[in-house]
């Protein structure tokens, strides 16, 4: 079976209602849709992906009217954060209630909850009207989609239907933040860069994965955010990533990623540049696809220059440190 691939949302919504599994297009990435509080349709989310069950899920809203269905309490610093940046780029951490169900919070306590921004989800989540819990729609530790395509391409045969919302705007995946205790953390760089989070709530921290290999296999339970596990979003092929492409002797079989156009670079090697006017917020909307593109090239390596350590470059460069990690 390969799933259809459309723009029907009422047929989208009464197979989420019925237990199926819909990927549908949200401004970050795509997601790989269930409904939350049906555990054999979440069941199906993580068979389909290849997931481990601890590793838990984001459950998404059409509306914070919604909220108090999933959520016990409101911490202060959320609901302002909640109020600047939803419906948006941006997953947040609460108390649980019992309707949603421990597989998608792998045993958790706390669940992580986001209102997207895409037109699409947002119709879709109305019309459905359950909290949906949704993986991005790829296999466990692969290149994040973008499109409805790259859905169909890894997904296709496990998925009952793909809602087609174009080329995701954002791009990368959206940056999650716990306000449970009075230390705001952010534990996972994603679509909604740090500058903008502190000029609403001061400073945060970031919640750093271990990179003690002992430490990290202790970690890899629920705890730690496995969009934090030290190899993820990894094209197939051999991926490094250096500062600058002095750093390294490329090869006549090397493909380039890169910021934006480079000085000095060999003419004859094929490049993706994903931003010509150096905008690291259009880098963040051509990264996926351009990586996949590589990935799909008869090269024997893919070379990355990393971006700039501010706004969404910081999100960039965790994503190229994980894909290119062995
Ligand atoms: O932009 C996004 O967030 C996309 C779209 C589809 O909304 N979704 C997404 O989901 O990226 P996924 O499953 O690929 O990444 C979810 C991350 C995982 O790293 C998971 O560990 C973390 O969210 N997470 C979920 N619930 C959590 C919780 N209660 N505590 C800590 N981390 C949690
Ligand atoms: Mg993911």
């Given at each position: 079976m390969t799933a259809s691939l459309g723009t029907d949302i009422n047929h989208a919504a009464q197979l989420l209602r019925a237990g199926s599994l819909v990927a549908f297009a949200t401004e970050t990435v795509y997601g790989l849709g269930a409904d939350a509080t049906n555990v054999d349709a979440v069941a199906k989310v993580f068979a389909a992906k290849g997931r481990p069950t601890f590793d838990p899920l984001i459950v998404h809203l059409a509306g914070v009217d919604q909220l108090a269905s999933v959520v016990a309490t409101i911490p202060d610093a959320a609901q302002k954060l909640m109020d600047f940046f939803w419906p948006g780029p941006m997953t947040l951490l609460f108390p649980k209630k019992s309707l949603i169900p421990d597989l998608v919070t792998a045993g958790l306590e706390t669940v992580a909850v986001r209102i997207p921004s895409h037109p699409l989800a947002l119709e879709l989540l109305k019309a459905a009207d359950v909290p949906v819990a949704a993986p991005s729609a790829n296999k466990f530790g692969s290149i994040s989609p973008t499109t409805a395509q790259h859905v169909a391409d890894q997904l296709g045969d496990e998925v009952d239907y793909i809602l087609d919302g174009g080329s995701c705007s954002v791009g990368l995946e959206s940056t999650i933040v716990s306000c449970l205790s009075d230390n705001i953390e952010v534990l996972r760089l994603g679509g909604l860069s740090v500058e903008q989070?502190?000029?609403?709530?001061?400073?945060?921290?970031?919640?750093?994965?271990?990179?003690?290999?002992?430490?990290?296999?202790?970690?890899?339970?629920?705890?730690?955010?496995?969009?934090?596990?030290?190899?993820?979003?990894?094209?197939?092929?051999?991926?490094?990533?250096?500062?600058?492409?002095?750093?390294?002797?490329?090869?006549?079989?090397?493909?380039?990623?890169?910021?934006?156009?480079?000085?000095?670079?060999?003419?004859?090697?094929?490049?993706?540049i994903l931003s010509e006017r150096q905008d690291l917020t259009e880098c963040a909307a051509h990264f996926f696809s351009a990586l996949r593109r590589l990935d799909a090239s008869d090269a024997d390596r893919i070379v990355a220059v990393r971006f700039p350590e501010e706004g969404l470059g910081r999100a960039l460069n965790d994503r190229l440190e994980r894909a290119s990690a062995r």
């Open positions: 989070i502190e000029a609403v709530i001061g400073p945060v921290t970031l919640k750093q994965a271990s990179s003690d290999p002992g430490k990290q296999a202790e970690e890899s339970s629920a705890q730690l955010a496995p969009g934090m596990l030290k190899r993820h979003y990894a094209p197939n092929k051999l991926l490094v990533v250096v500062d600058s492409l002095s750093d390294i002797e490329l090869q006549p079989a090397d493909v380039l990623l890169l910021p934006w156009e480079l000085v000095n670079v060999p003419k004859d090697l094929h490049q993706e």
